[in-house]
């Protein structure tokens, strides 16, 4: 939270409190220094001057204290009121009898038995002090002095507020002084602010950063301005040959538009016009059968049967081939569409067309998209129908067809447990008359997950599979979301595989 309000400073307001804070943490480290070393040094000088004192008691005590003068005592210990610090003092005789004191009216305290000082200590904002009277090394007695020390808190307030008032002062005079040199910091950098802001809201890139000083400062103004005298010589190079190569592109543009408009004339004009021969040469051999099929031998018979059976495939492959040039062509006719609806139709027909086929076939319900929906119909057909085909030796197959919500995008999947396929030829799934099983084992043209991967991309989608042989397919795909490569398409794989949990199973029937 506070980088982030720091952020939001000038760069101005940024030195000025940079400054601020390093100055008054110097001058509140100092001011407490000073304070700490100031309380030592006057409340030492007390406990000096208050030990001094004692002495002077002590050493006229002596004889008063030997001969039990009481009246000598009392003059002595009365003579320490005019200290108004000292609130309580007593002289003791060598069997710490109370021979004189004084006490305060304001102090409460009274002479303690014993002492049992070492020399002094600090106690309750007091400053408590034992001096022995001795003779010729022969203890006589004590003086106690019981001293307050509110003196020292008066010193220390004092010198508190006389080292704030120096301190605010200070504070001032940098605040002041920062706020005339700093200008010499950020005037520069504002400036080249200011120019930069206009070159991105106008891009004129003639406009330069005047330099004011040789530091660091004015080497970065150098290489702006040295930037954009590039940036400059770049722009006036592609204006000069803006005119050339916008004529270039556009005629490369109607070039690769006529050349797929060609191609693609081509491909359904020989689509088209080879049905017919075709058709010829198997309605033909037929003929030939029915007409002439006694005089023929089994050899003939089985050498007229493949040309029939390889003349029906190829009408199967044109058929194909012109399904693939119509999609190609086909403008889009883009509307909400009901993918769940359009794969339970799809299943359906499938299912009525093979009625002794039973399946575990789960439909998510209530997945809708823009689309196409002839295309979309289509690709639900291709794509169910191959689920369909490569179940039908599973003794318990299991199609389902749903989606997985990632963060930006939806991805549809078809599942299966049947045939699936090697993935190291997963590159060769939607080009066009390659397939990844034979025709004794699965029928097929090669021409139906190249439709559906046309489709899909002429509505800005993906499509990918994952496999693995014996254990059946998942096909993927998206729907207008381009600019996805084979790294995106393996970590999307990779989640959706990871996300799958399949719906409730509906049996025996899609819905």
Request: glycine residues 4%; hydrophobic residues 40%; charged residues 20%.
């Amino acid at each position: 939270m506070k980088s982030r309000l720091f952020r939001k400073f000038s760069l101005k307001g940024k030195i000025m409190l940079l400054v601020s804070i390093v100055t008054l943490t110097v001058l509140t480290l100092m001011t407490g220094l000073l304070i700490a070393y100031e309380s030592y040094t006057f409340r030492e000088g007390v406990r000096k001057n208050i030990t001094t004192t004692a002495k002077i008691v002590a050493e006229r005590s002596k004889s008063a204290v030997l001969f039990r003068d009481d009246s000598a005592l009392k003059d002595t210990v009365n003579a320490l009121r005019s200290n108004e610090s000292i609130l309580l003092a007593c002289i003791y005789d060598a069997d710490v009898n109370v021979l004189a004191f004084f006490n305060r009216e304001a102090h409460t305290n009274h002479c303690p038995r014993r002492p049992h000082l070492t020399t002094y200590k600090y106690q309750n904002g007091l400053l408590l002090l034992e001096e022995n009277i001795s003779l010729n090394d022969e203890l006589l007695g004590a003086v106690y002095l019981e001293v307050s020390l509110i003196d020292v808190s008066t010193h220390i307030q004092n010198y508190l507020l006389f080292t704030s008032i120096v301190g605010v002062i200070v504070f001032v005079i940098v605040y002041l002084l920062t706020s005339v040199l700093q200008n010499q910091i950020s005037a520069p950098l504002v400036q080249l602010k200011v120019v930069a802001k206009r070159i991105a809201k106008n891009r004129d890139y003639s406009l330069r950063a005047e330099q004011s000083s040789r530091d660091e400062i004015g080497e970065l103004v150098d290489a702006f301005n040295q930037m954009l005298q590039e940036i400059q010589n770049q722009n006036a190079m592609i204006v000069e040959n803006s005119e050339t190569l916008e004529a270039e592109i556009n005629e490369r543009t109607r070039e690769l538009k006529n050349t797929n408009a060609e191609l693609e004339a081509f491909s359904y004009s020989v689509s088209h016009d080879l049905r017919a021969p075709i058709r010829a040469i198997v309605g033909f051999t037929q003929a030939l059968v029915e007409d002439c099929g006694e005089q023929l031998d089994d050899i003939a018979l089985d050498h007229i049967s493949r040309v029939t059976t390889a003349g029906h495939k190829m009408d199967e492959l044109i058929t194909s081939l012109l399904h693939l040039s119509r999609v190609t062509r086909k403008a889009l006719n883009e509307q909400p569409v009901d993918l769940s609806a359009l794969a339970a139709e799809s299943l359906k027909s499938l299912a009525d067309a093979n009625p002794d086929r039973k399946a575990q076939i789960t439909i998510q319900h209530g997945m809708t998209d823009i689309g196409d929906i002839k295309l979309l119909r289509v690709v639900m057909d291709n794509l169910l129908g191959n689920a369909w085909k490569y179940t039908q030796k599973e003794k318990q197959p299991v199609i389902e067809f749903g989606r997985i919500q990632e963060t930006t995008t939806t991805v549809y999947f078809v599942r299966d447990n049947g045939a699936g396929f090697d993935m190291n030829y997963k590159d060769r799934l939607f080009t066009a008359f390659q397939r990844l099983h034979t025709d004794d084992e699965f029928e097929g043209t090669g021409i139906g997950l190249a439709t559906v991967a046309r489709i899909i991309h002429r509505h800005h989608g993906d499509i990918w599979a994952t496999s693995t042989t014996g254990e059946g397919s998942t096909f993927f795909f998206t729907l207008h979301q381009q600019g996805h490569n084979a790294n995106q398409n393996n970590a999307k794989t990779t989640s959706a595989q990871t996300a799958f949990t399949p719906s409730p199973r509906l049996q025996d029937g899609a819905s």
